[in-house]
């Protein structure tokens, strides 16, 4: 399956869309609220496939972040 990393800063639908994945036998490498805190971190998770909210915390939005990692690392987003 699939290896997964979320960026949504509302809790509660950030748990229900991990849930959801988890039951489907996904890995949820990571729940994100920035793009930023992704950036940082992705070469120690390597997702295969990123869902990434538009409207986020931090300076970058959903859609600068996504640019950013199909430019660095051609992950799906």
């Known amino acids: ?3 997964i990393a979320i960026v949504e800063d509302e ?3 950030a748990m229900d869309i991990r849930h959801s994945l988890e039951r489907r036998n ?3 490498v990571g729940i994100y609220d920035s793009g930023e ?3 940082e971190r992705f070469e120690q998770i390597w ?3 990123v ?3 538009i409207q986020i915390k931090g300076d970058l939005d ?5 640019a950013l990692l199909f ?3 051609g992950i799906p987003v």
């Open 71 to 73: 430019e660095r690392y």
């Open 37 to 39: 805190e992704l950036l």
């Open 1 to 3: 399956m699939a290896r």
């Open 26 to 28: 996904h890995e949820v």
């Open 11 to 13: 809790f509660i639908v």
């Open 51 to 53: 869902l990434m909210d």
């Open 62 to 66: 959903g859609v600068e972040t996504s």
């Open 47 to 49: 997702p295969e496939l």
